[in-house]
């Protein structure tokens, strides 16, 4: 029905059948809201700043919208967006709300939304006027992307993943205990309910992801014990550290998964447990290779807790700090510390959103930030010894990090594609980045020295020629699922 390479998500019916929403993501980060012909035809911008559209009415829509930076709250209007009134935003400003299922009786909504470190959360059941900010629904122990209601209004079904797995799960309105309707191997995801609340319609997945390592010796897989995730070399190169999940590894993947940390010898293929099962949900591994920082939600375990100090995702910064994110009332930014939690203090005055990697000289961090002046969310290179950020380029996508020798620098994209390896000079660390960053994959190729690597979720090693990626098989079917 369409033909343009625009990201897309979300298509629903409107009421009579004859119109059909869909939401797209530019480059830019912008989301917005189009609409075409149920029959075919040209498709026609409906709302900007508008993602997750649903009719409740002939007229009247339920859409999520940007309120500031990442900020998103589930508003009500009129298609014009007349009369346009918010009626649930997160409290933290990261925080994002980004779908929303009406209740039969228009009185109440589903609410898929991600928290500050942009993670699902479980599903949430919310008055439609906005009087309440509402409660959690479903299971709670892991994060839900989709909800449903059962035409009578009676059940409330989640897509969600508390055992690692999505499954289909529901729940009696308004407060019954959540119940498991699909399980095993494969994962389901989306729930079309049939008219008669008898059944629905679920996207059921078989997947699997294997890490590989390339270097002198060529390409080879890494035996693991399940789904392998979050790669890291040890500086020498003879090791590689990972995470093992339940769920297959997706390249771009905003999902509160803990895993438990292993390492690999690349010679022998023997792997083993860093921290005796200790459940971490991301990590980094220190210049000389001898300490891991952790980031995890379980305080009571062996690693010893940096004292006095929460945070997110870690990352070993200069001199042995540890640079991590932290919130601030409802806004994040980059702090570091000392390993015994002395001299704490901001890193950059600027807000982030996340942190994403750090230089091996310890000069610069990557964050993905509100750009200055125009709040817009890009990828950002900081100077850690102040002066203004670098804009990484014009897709949202775009970001950076480097070879552990720190002679090269890896430009990737979240969402899949190519990565260019890009020679930086003797005591640089950065690549030559245009003003306002790049605008295209091939601005990137015709930077001296580049190669280009079509491989998936590439992750540098020691040198230039060492690094691991994802390789993996997806089959999806559609399935009717019958309700007992």
């Not at 009134?85 to 939304?113: F, I, N």
């Not at 059944?199 to 390339?214: E, M, R």
Request: overall charge negative; some cysteine.
């Amino acid at each position: 029905m369409t033909h343009d390479d625009a990201f897309k998500s979300s298509p629903t019916f409107s009421l009579d059948g004859t119109r059909i929403a869909y939401t797209t993501v530019d480059p830019q980060f912008h989301w917005d809201t189009w609409v075409i012909p149920a029959l075919g035809g040209e498709p026609q911008l409906m709302l900007r700043n508008a993602s997750g559209l649903v009719w409740t009415g002939p007229q009247q829509v339920l859409f999520s919208e940007f309120k500031m930076g990442v900020h998103m709250g589930i508003v009500a209007a009129e298609e014009s967006r007349i009369g346009a009134r918010d009626v649930y935003l997160p409290e933290a400003e990261p925080a994002m709300a980004h779908h929303s299922y009406l209740s039969p009786d228009g009185k109440w909504m589903l609410v898929v939304e991600m928290d500050q470190d942009h993670f699902w959360l479980p599903c949430r059941l919310a008055p439609r006027d906005g009087s309440t900010p509402g409660r959690h629904v479903g299971p709670l122990g892991g994060g839900c992307t989709v909800a449903a209601w059962s035409p009578d209004g009676k059940w409330m079904y989640f897509t969600a993943d508390p055992g690692g797995l999505n499954h289909i799960w529901r729940q009696r309105f308004p407060d019954g205990q959540p119940e498991q309707i699909t399980s095993g191997p494969t994962e389901e995801e989306g729930i079309a309910m049939a008219p008669d609340g008898r059944s629905f319609v679920t996207a059921v997945a078989l997947q699997n992801t294997l890490l590989w390592v390339h270097d002198a010796k060529g390409e080879r897989q890494i035996s693991l014990e399940g789904n392998g995730t979050k790669p890291k070399f040890t500086p020498d190169g003879k090791k590689l550290c990972y995470l093992i999940v339940k769920e297959a590894t997706k390249e771009f993947m905003w999902y509160r998964k803990p895993g438990e940390l292993r390492i690999a010898d690349l010679e022998s293929g023997r792997s083993g447990p860093v921290s005796g099962g200790f459940p971490a949900l991301d990590y980094d591994i220190s210049a000389d290779g001898q300490q891991v920082v952790m980031w995890t939600t379980d305080r009571g375990s062996p690693p010893v807790q940096i004292p006095n100090v929460e945070g997110a995702r870690p990352r070993f910064g200069p001199g042995g700090d540890i640079l991590f994110c932290r919130l601030e009332g409802t806004t994040a930014f980059v702090y570091r510390v000392h390993q015994d939690g002395t001299g704490l203090r901001k890193a950059l005055e600027e807000p982030v959103f996340f942190l994403i990697s750090a230089s091996p000289d310890g000069r610069w961090v990557v964050a993905w930030a509100p750009l200055s002046g125009s709040g817009r969310p890009a990828n950002q290179v900081f100077p850690l010894n102040g002066g203004p950020s670098i804009p990484l380029g014009v897709s949202f996508d775009l970001f950076l990090n480097w070879s552990l020798d720190g002679r090269s620098s890896f430009i990737s994209h979240l969402f899949g594609g190519p990565t260019f390896i890009v020679p930086v000079a003797p005591g640089e660390a950065l690549p030559q980045i245009p003003a306002g960053g790049f605008h295209s994959d091939e601005e990137i190729a015709r930077l001296p020295g580049v190669r280009r690597i079509d491989e998936s979720g590439v992750v540098p090693g020691p040198s230039p020629d060492v690094y691991a990626f994802y390789r993996g098989t997806i089959q999806r079917n559609l399935y009717r699922i019958t309700i007992p």
